[in-house]
């Protein structure tokens, strides 16, 4: 089987190769359609479904000639697309079941890093999201005044491309659930109705 996942971030190709062992994953750069910094569910959404369309649509893998005749693209069985964004937690923090204030200090509350991947094969499309994990206030602070999540974290850890390595994920967990984790899953829950039977 042959995979194109719509990025050249080795991370989000790793990630598939994870869900597909056996499969040939190669990376097809692709835009995404949407900010460089998508916020909310429904743009990072988008974002990987963008992705995923346009890596099956590429005619001929990178290097070489291997197009179909009929446009079809490079013989890819798969293509994977997949977006990590922001998602503002507006109207939540510190409420109990009750509405009443939580005594607790509720930390990291204002936005959330979530990842999502969409998986096609040209005739059915699935998505899936990864796991949500909460923005420290301060980082989440320079994200809501206009800066992109990625160069934040480069800024504060004092690191270049961290988004090709540990991510935001790693950080903020420290490193028990690394970026390529996070992607996988949301790879592996995407890539379900082409994994199991159940669809």
Not at 23 to 38: L, M, R
Not at 45 to 74: C, N, P, Q, Y
């Amino acid at each position: 089987m042959r995979i194109a996942v719509g990025s050249g971030n080795p991370v989000k190709r790793d990630a598939t190769a994870r869900v597909f062992p056996e499969a040939t994953v190669e990376a097809v750069v692709v835009d995404s359609g949407v900010s460089e910094q998508p916020v909310g569910h429904d743009e990072t959404r988008r974002g990987a479904t963008t992705r995923a369309r346009r890596a099956l649509e590429v005619e001929t893998r990178i290097g070489d000639d291997s197009g179909t005749a009929d446009g079809s693209g490079a013989g890819y069985d798969l293509a994977v697309g997949i977006e990590g964004g922001v998602v503002a937690n507006d109207g939540v923090a510190g409420d109990t079941e009750d509405g009443a204030p939580d005594a607790v200090d509720v930390v990291g509350d204002d936005l959330s890093l979530v990842m999502w991947a969409a998986v096609t094969d040209g005739r059915r499309l699935s998505r899936g999201g990864g796991p949500t994990l909460p923005v420290p206030d301060g980082i989440a602070a320079r994200v809501r005044a206009g800066e992109e999540l990625g160069p934040v974290m480069d800024d504060v850890l004092g690191v270049d491309d961290v988004a090709k390595k540990q991510g935001a994920a790693g950080a903020f967990t420290a490193g028990r659930l690394t970026r390529t984790d996070a992607l996988e899953a949301a790879v592996a829950v995407a890539a379900g109705p082409f994994l199991s039977e159940w669809y």
